[in-house]
Each structure stands twice: as structure tokens, then as C-alpha cells.
Nanobody, 126 residues
Framework: QVQLVESGGGLVQAGGSLRLSCPASGRTFDNDGLAWFRQAPGAARNFVARISGSGSRTYYADSVKGRFIISRENAKNTVFLQMNSLKPEDTAVYYC???????????????????WGQGTEVTVHV
């Protein structure tokens, strides 16, 4: 059974940092893309960042570009999200996801991801 389990969320002051982790079990994802999405209260789930299987390509939502960094450690089957300069609008439940390599550029589409974690909550207060 494939499992992705997020951790690292919490309560942080605006301007602070958090590092989310998501180890996977049940299969390896060395050749697959790993991504982070987030869902604010009452809102849809939105793309945050994606990293390719090799780690050579990364993609970010405009709202987090320059502040968040996605990385992966294939030896540990884990994806990370370093979040810096956090803002109250970053408050959301953050989900990691895994999916096959994307050939059509639609890396922000939820339908491109086959496996999802249960989420970790991030709250940014002023």
C-alpha cells in the first residue's frame, strides 16, 4: 500500500519559516514527479510546487516563487518544501502528491497526480 505522510506543519508568525517533509512508502518514486498543493479554508486545492524525478526541474506557483523551495531526496523517498517569508495568505492545509512524468506541461493539474497524502496544517499569524 502506497502512503505519503506529510509533517512539519504548525503555527508560525508572519515572516517566519517552516520545512515540510513527505516520506513515501510502498513504492519508490525515483522517476516520478513529486509536488505540493495547498487548500485554504473554503477554497479549492491549488498547486504550490513540483520537482521532477531527477530533481533537475522545479516549478512554482507565482504566489510562492522566490519564497518556497521544493527539493527531494530519492534515497529516502522523500520530498521537502522549505517555506520562507511566510505570509498569512499561506495559511492552508498542505498536501504532497506523486505522479508520472508530465509531457504536456500540465504539472499544476491535480489529475496528473496518482498518490496523495492526508495533509499537514500550516497557520501563519501576524
Amino acid at each position: 500500500q502506497v502512503q505519503l505522510v506529510e509533517s512539519g506543519g504548525g503555527l508560525v508568525q508572519a515572516g517566519g519559516s517552516l520545512r515540510l517533509s513527505c516520506p513515501a512508502s510502498g513504492r519508490t518514486f525515483d522517476n516520478d514527479g513529486l509536488a505540493w498543493f495547498r487548500q485554504a479554508p473554503g477554497a479549492a486545492r491549488n498547486f504550490v510546487a513540483r520537482i521532477s524525478g531527477s530533481g533537475s526541474r522545479t516549478y512554482y506557483a507565482d504566489s510562492v516563487k522566490g519564497r518556497f523551495i521544493i527539493s527531494r531526496e530519492n534515497a529516502k523517498n522523500t520530498v521537502f518544501l522549505q517555506m520562507n517569508s511566510l505570509k498569512p495568505e499561506d495559511t492552508a492545509v498542505y498536501y504532497c502528491a506523486a505522479g508520472s512524468p508530465i509531457l504536456d506541461g500540465m504539472y499544476s493539474a491535480m489529475s496528473k497526480y496518482d498518490y496523495w497524502g492526508q495533509g499537514t496544517e500550516v497557520t501563519v499569524h501576524v
